[in-house]
Structure formats: structure tokens, C-alpha cells
């Protein structure tokens, strides 16, 4: 789906039928709802939308309701396909198979002429049963999901009807549709004995209160035709004087005020009792908080700006591109069934059980599937937690116990320290805020301590069409001018200044050391330093790093005895702890964002993408070398860390779906053109070895974003734009700030607000976050090139 289309106009009451099973009496409900709602509200117009029907066009249903749905009521059909057949077969026969996203476009379509109209409401009937195939073959349940209208469900009295019917309304729910009302017809063979009616009417009085309609039976069909449409008529004026519908007709009326009363008093409520992330609240306004309906795919379902809710004859949801990927968790799009219904299968036989000296199915999967998939041969052990803060705590906590061990320190009395980069962030809890530099994170944190040394390093970006690697500022003795190159690839294939790297490194090192500090691990964000402000390190400056503290243990051993490790898997040095969690699986393009810059890490913290954007869980997968610093005949020397949703067999199954996912995209070569644009003429014969210049051209060879060249080039000679660089799903826009105040500055907040407030003329908007003067898109792994065209061109015209 491109753009989920708007489904709630304040004038238009929409309502689906959906039916448990073909042959449930869709249309008698239909044809019944709709001469009930002239009846009841006159003063609405009443319209019956068919998206897709087979069969004779004599006996079509849109037929059927221009005879018995009264006068009053318009009905159209979109796709009538002679073939008494599914849609899917009917379609593909008759050589006209429209696309999901052109059937939805066509129903969003009429609703717009519908909405134009003083009051009208429209009854949308689906064919077949609620997963049964649409024309291009998508579960009309799935077909339908963009526009999400509310359910009036249609139970199957007949014989194995009961299943059908609770099966039916379990798969809308778990697809995130509400559903209204409940109608059946009673089962009047064999003198009603299968009464699915009572039985159902328990159920679903609970799920649906009273809103749950039973019908007689429709007259027997007979001959001659006149004498079957007289008996039709007259049951239906008999069930419209009877009021059979009258309630549910007044409570779609009512339930679409509801909820147009309910999505406009959101913000209200929330300014009142909600106390938001990342947010000072002193002088903000309600028209700051966006309200979300639902999520489909790319796009969030957002309440319309500045809208009438009572008089505006445009919709009051809009799409609005969720542009930060749910601040970096949405991988494979929102609404996802398949996480649905891995969520609901774990949530059914496990619920959530206790991890502590216990196993499930799903954590030895994933675990098995971590291990496995990062082809990092150091790796071996899985610790569950549930953020990528708690992960990178525990990981911290691995690294530090393992140092002290072997360079026999004592933790009680030595303030040992962390290794990392500047303007790196580890998250919000006191022990990861401790690993990175003071900034405005955790200035005014009382127990805040910064327990570290941060490297300044070169960064990575692209001006006025040419990617460059920038020394920091007054460091250029150091490391020397600017380099230009030619492409991104050039840049992970190595820069021209190692061997200044290494040296600058070791003397900064070995001097920390000889001034009696106790460096304990290095921990690096790799390649993108995330919330620090989205800074694209130099590739080989962080293999430089790593390098140096491998291969040269000597600079942090004052205890020779304890010797090397004779495992070339145990770390050496000190142990590398790679922070993953916002790069890693395939957020940049690959599993590992380690291997983009040559390095198998000690310790690797994975958490956002693991599960698709849909429940909390993080990974800090460490070496066996790290695992063994914990083993001891004294129990407070284990690691002592957890929490009561250790490793949930929900979270977990998930996470195992989700990277099933991607990886079949990256199998599929669902990503080759991206690739090929980003790296003509390419193939696996230009493979070389990795080398200290050369970082790894085995991962550089399939460098590559989702944003396309040419964009990201016409952005860098924008007047407002310092700077730009694209990776993976990633896009970062850096503005010219003159103040040069960082986190705290404003100069994207206009960025930001003229790409929410909507495209001139287009019917979405983009919803993106800020960092400073910095403002970043993220794409699903999946997204639509259409749609990244589209938010390329208004990008470029919001920055004109």
C-alpha cells in the first residue's frame, strides 16, 4: 500500500460487512441496513458500495439492492466479474486484476463523493467470507486494512457456522478492525435445532454488548420470479416495520460521533495526564501533540490539523509518513499481520512464563538464529533484557567483570573506565548515560558521572555534490585537510590517513594508561552515532581503534603474568562492546553493522528492528571468553541481572518472524536496484581481501541506501543544508545553524513543521523527529520506491 487513504469524513458514516463465510446473507443485511437507515435518517443520503462482485450480472447483489433497498439508496458496483467464481480466479480470467492499492483508491474515491453531501452514510459489502481472497489475491481482510471502516460482521447460521463465525471475528480483531455489530439469520431446517444464534449471542453479548441482531430467515426462493421479489418485499417491509434493524442503523450514527468525539478530545486529555519523552512541557501547546488513529504499512493515520471536526467536508485522518520509523523500531511496516498472529500464537501458549533457570521454544530460536546469522565466530552466548539501555547496561557489566578479572582490579576501590567516541549516546538509564560524555542528556542527571574517555574522530558527509571526510575541528594537525572522494564506496574501501589513525590512537591510549587510568572496554556505536546527533563516523578510524587495542594488548597489560588468551577468539586488549541497536539488522543495509567496518566485536547489543517495530526486547550477545569471567563457585559472582519479562516467548517469536522477513527481502534481492544504483557494475569478483586501508570491501561492496543518489546529491547543494549523507533506510539532513547550539537548536524545527503540516495539494504529510539542527528519515525495509520519490520531491520543495 502506498498511502493508506483517508476512511472518516465528520458527514460520511461508513460501515463494511463482512461476512463469516460465503452465502451468510451479506446482502439481506445489507439491502435491509440500508432501507432501515432511509427510514430511520432521513435526512441522510444512503449509498451501497459493491468494490468487487462475480457472477451474472443479472443476479448481481448492487441489483438486488436498486429493487429492495429503497428508493433512497444509490448502490454501485466497482468490478463485476461474470465468472460465479472467487475473485481472485474471476479476476485473472477475465484479464483484469486491479491492484490492492487501486481497489482501495477506487472505494477512498467514492467516499469523497459521498462526503460531499450534507449527512450520507455508506454500507460497503465485501464478497465471500473475511479471508477470502480479493482480486489480486490479498485476504479481504488485508485488502480492506488501509481503510479500517468499522465491521458489521455477519455470522454463519448454518451448519459448522459457529466456528466460521468466532474464527471470522478473532482474524478481524487480531487486524486491529472494530467491530460493531454482530448480525445472523436463525437456522430454521430441521426445526432450529442447531440454534447457533443462542450460542453465538452468548459469545459475542460480551464482545459486541447488545449489539448483536438476529433476523428471520429470508423467504425460499420460488417460481414464477414475480412471486419470489413479492415475498422478498414483503419480508423486508415486514423487518423494517419490526425495527429488526432500527437499533443498529441508530448505533452507526452514533458510534461515528463517538469517535470523532473521542479522537478530537485526545490531546486534551493527554496535556492533562500524560507526561511525554524528549519533551518540555513548559509552554507547549495541544496543537504540538499529534493525534494517531491507527498505522498502516509506512504511514500513520493522523487527525487532520486545524479541521473542523463537525462541519469540514474534507477527511479528518490523514496519512502521515512515519518518518522516524517509530523512533527506529518499524522495519517491515505497521499493521503487519504476520506479527499479529506470531504475537497472538506465543500470547496463546505461553502467555508470558518466567525465565529464570528455564527455557522456552522461541528464545532458543532466536538465540540459535543471532548466533548463526551474525557470522561472528567470537559470539556465543545470548543475554535477554527488554531496551537497548538495559543491553547495553548488561554489556557494560560483561565487559568491565571480564577486564578486572584479568588485569586483576578491584571493583570496589578502582574506578575503572569505558572507551568510546564523542557525542555517543548508549541510552537513558544511569549506568548507559555513564558510558558517553557529558551533553544535554544527562547534564542535569543527579547521579549522572561519565565514566569514560570519548575520541574525537573524523566524520563522514556529503557537500555540494562530493562525499568528504572531515578531521574535527582544530584537529587537522592530527589527522590532516578534509579528503574528498569520488563515492561512498571509496570510503569503506579505505581513506589515505591509517596509519595516522593508529598512531594518533595508541599515543592517546597508552598515555590514558601511563596517567593511571584503568580503561575496562571500548564501546562504539558503529558507523552511525545515533541519538549523539546522527553522525556518520570515518569506517576506518573505528577499525583503526578496535585494531589497535587488539593487536597491541600490551598497552593495557601492567600484569604480564596474566599473559595473552590463546583462544584467537577471546578478547584481547580489551573487550569490544558493539552498540547495535538503532544500526544493526539491516538498518543500514546489513545484519551487522560491525561487519561494515571489518570488526567481529566481543560483545553486540541488538534491539529496535529485532522485533519489527512491535514489542519491546533487546539482545547482548557476548563471547564465550566474556560468558566464563562470571563462572565462580560464589553466587555474587554471576551476573546478577534481569528483570520479570526475561526473554518473552511473545517478544521472542516475534523477533524470530521479523528477521525471517528480512531476511527473505535480502535472499529475494528485493534490494538489488538500490544496490546497483549505489554500486554500478559491482559483483562478488571485485570482492578483495579487508586490509587496515582497504576496511571491508566484502561489506563494501554491497554499500548502498534506500535513498537514491541523485537525491541526496541535490539536497547537499541546498543553501540551508550543511550537510547530508544517506545509509541504508537512513536519510540525515544537517542545517546550516549559525548558533551552533546542537541538541537545543531550532534550525530543522521548520523543516519539521512545514513537512507535518502536509504537501500542497497531496492529501499526506511526513512526520519526522529532529536532533538539533539535524533532521533524519528512516524508510521501512520494504517501503515502496513510489513512496520515497514522493518524499524526496517534498523534501527538496520544502527546503526551496
Not at 444 to 460: A, I, N, S
Not at 539 to 551: S, W
Amino acid at each position: 500500500m502506498l498511502r493508506p487513504p483517508p476512511g472518516l469524513w465528520p458527514n460520511l458514516v461508513a460501515a463494511q460487512i463482512f461476512g463469516a463465510h460465503t452465502g451468510v446473507g451479506k446482502t439481506i443485511v445489507s439491502a435491509l441496513l440500508c432501507r432501515t437507515l432511509s427510514e430511520t435518517h432521513p435526512s441522510y443520503a444512503v449509498h451501497y458500495l459493491k468494490p468487487v462482485s462475480t457472477g451474472p450480472e443479472a443476479e448481481a447483489d448492487d441489483r438486488h439492492i436498486c429493487r429492495f433497498a429503497g428508493k433512497r439508496t444509490q448502490s454501485k458496483c466497482l468490478f463485476q466479474f461474470s465468472l460465479p467464481v472467487s475473485p481472485h480466479v474471476a479476476a485473472r480470467l477475465d484479464g483484469n486484476v486491479p491492484s490492492a492499492e487501486s481497489l482501495i483508491g477506487l472505494v477512498s474515491a467514492e467516499f469523497s463523493k459521498y462526503a460531499k453531501e450534507k449527512n450520507a452514510v455508506a454500507v460497503v459489502e465485501t464478497a465471500g467470507g473475511v479471508l477470502s481472497p480479493g482480486p489480486s489475491a490479498e485476504s479481504q481482510a488485508d485488502l480492506y486494512r488501509p481503510l479500517r471502516l468499522p465491521v458489521i460482521l455477519v455470522a454463519d447460521h448454518r451448519l459448522g457456522g459457529i466456528g466460521t463465525s468466532l474464527s471470522a471475528y478473532e482474524s478481524l480483531r487480531i487486524r486491529g478492525y472494530d467491530v460493531d455489530a454482530v448480525v445472523i439469520f436463525k437456522n430454521e431446517e430441521n426445526g432450529g435445532i442447531l440454534g447457533n444464534h443462542e450460542y453465538l449471542s452468548d459469545f459475542f453479548r460480551k464482545e459486541v454488548k447488545d449489539n448483536f441482531f438476529v433476523l428471520n430467515q429470508p423467504p425460499a426462493p420460488v417460481l414464477p420470479v414475480e412471486e419470489d421479489q413479492k415475498n422478498v418485499e414483503t419480508y423486508y417491509e415486514r423487518a423494517v416495520r419490526d425495527k429488526k434493524l432500527g437499533p443498529l442503523a441508530t448505533l452507526l450514527v452514533e458510534n461515528h460521533k463517538s469517535r470523532i468525539e473521542k479522537l478530537g478530545s485526545l490531546v486534551v486529555a493527554a496535556d492533562k495526564a500524560i507526561w511525554h519523552p524528549f519533551t518540555q512541557h513548559q509552554g507547549r501547546s495541544t496543537k504540538d501533540i499529534l493525534t494517531i488513529d491507527s498505522a498502516y504499512g509506512d504511514f500513520f493515520q493522523t487527525l487532520r490539523p486545524e479541521t473542523s471536526l463537525e462541519t469540514s467536508t474534507n477527511p479528518l485522518l490523514q496519512p502521515a509518513f512515519d518518518g522516524s520509523a517509530s523512533w527506529w523500531t518499524q522495519g517491515l511496516g505497521h499493521g503487519n499481520p504476520k506479527f499479529s498472529l506470531a504475537a497472538a500464537y506465543a500470547a496463546g501458549r505461553y502467555g508470558h512464563v518466567m525465565f529464570a533457570g528455564a527455557v522456552h521454544e522461541p528464545a532458543v530460536a532466536l538465540a540459535d538464529m543471532l548466533l548463526a546469522e551474525s557470522k561472528n565466530p567470537r559470539l556465543s552466548r545470548v543475554f535477554y533484557t527488554d531496551n537497548g539501555s538495559t543491553g547495553t547496561e548488561v554489556a557494560m557489566k560483561m565487559a568491565l567483570r571480564a577486564s578486572a578479572a584479568r588485569y586483576r582490579w578491584d571493583s570496589r576501590s578502582d574506578d575503572i573506565l569505558a572507551i568510546g567516541l564523542k557525542g555517543s549516546y548508549h541510552g537513558d538509564t544511569i549506568g548507559a548515560m555513564d558510558m558517553s560524555e557529558p551533553s544535554t542528556f544527562n547534564e542535569k542527571v543527579e547521579w549522572y558521572r561519565g565514566r569514560g574517555f570519548w575520541f574525537d574522530f573524523p566524520q563522514v558527509q556529503m557537500r555540494n555534490g562530493a562525499w568528504t571526510i572531515e578531521p574535527p575541528t582544530g584537529m587537522e594537525s592530527e589527522f590532516g585537510p578534509p579528503q574528498t572522494f569520488g563515492t561512498l564506496q571509496e570510503i569503506f574501501d579505505g581513506s589515505r590517513i591509517g596509519e595516522k589513525y593508529r598512531l594518533y590512537i595508541r599515543d592517546v591510549l597508552t598515555k590514558l594508561v601511563r596517567d593511571g587510568k584503568k580503561l575496562g572496554a571500548l564501546i562504539l556505536e558503529p558507523v552511525i552515532l545515533g541519538a549523539g546527533g546522527m553522525v556518520f563516523a570515518d569506517p576506518l578510524f573505528q577499525r583503526t581503534l578496535v585494531d589497535v587495542i587488539r593487536k597491541e594488548p600490551e598497552i593495557f597489560n601492567t600484569y604480564p603474568s596474566s599473559g595473552a588468551p590463546s583462544d584467537s577468539n577471546a578478547w584481547a586488549g580489551l573487550p569490544v562492546v558493539s552498540d547495535e541497536v538503532f544500526t544493526g539488522l539491516y538498518r543500514l543495509g546489513h545484519w551487522s553493522a560491525s561487519s561494515l567496518i571489518g570488526v567481529d566485536p566481543d560483545i553486540v547489543v541488538n534491539a529496535k528492528l529485532l522485533t519489527g517495530g512491535v514489542l519491546p526486547l533487546c539482545t547482548t550477545t557476548a563471547s564465550e571468553s566474556i560468558f566464563e569471567a562470571f563462572l565462580d563457585d560464589d553466587k555474587s559472582s554471576a551476573l546478577l541481572h534481569g528483570h520479570s519479562y526475561t526473554a518473552h516467548a511473545v517478544g521472542c517469536t516475534v523477533a524470530i518472524t521479523a528477521l525471517k522477513e528480512m531476511k527473505g527481502l535480502e535472499a529475494s534481492e528485493g534490494w538489488e536496484a538500490y544496490r546497483l544504483e549505489w554500486n554500478p557494475g559491482l559483483s562478488d569478483k571485485d570482492v578483495v581481501s579487508p586490509s587496515p586501508r582497504a576496511v571491508c570491501a566484502k561489506a563494501s561492496s554491497r554499500i548502498w541506501s534506500m535513498w537514491s543518489q541523485d537525491f541526496v546529491s541535490q539536497l547537499s547543494y541546498k543553501t540551508s543544508v550543511d550537510s547530508v549523507w544517506a545509509l541504508g533506510s537512513v536519510l540525515v539532513i544537517k542545517l546550516r545553524d549559525v548558533h551552533g547550539q546542537g541538541y537545543t537548536s531550532n534550525a530543522a524545527a521548520g523543516l519539521q513543521k512545514h513537512l507535518l503540516n502536509g504537501q500542497a495539494g497531496e492529501s499526506w504529510s511526513i512526520h519526522s523527529r529532529v536532533l538539533g539542527n539535524v533532521l533524519y528519515l528512516m524508510t521501512s525495509m520494504q517501503s515502496s520506491p513510489i513512496v520515497l520519490k514522493a518524499i524526496s520531491f517534498a523534501v527538496l520543495e520544502a527546503l526551496d
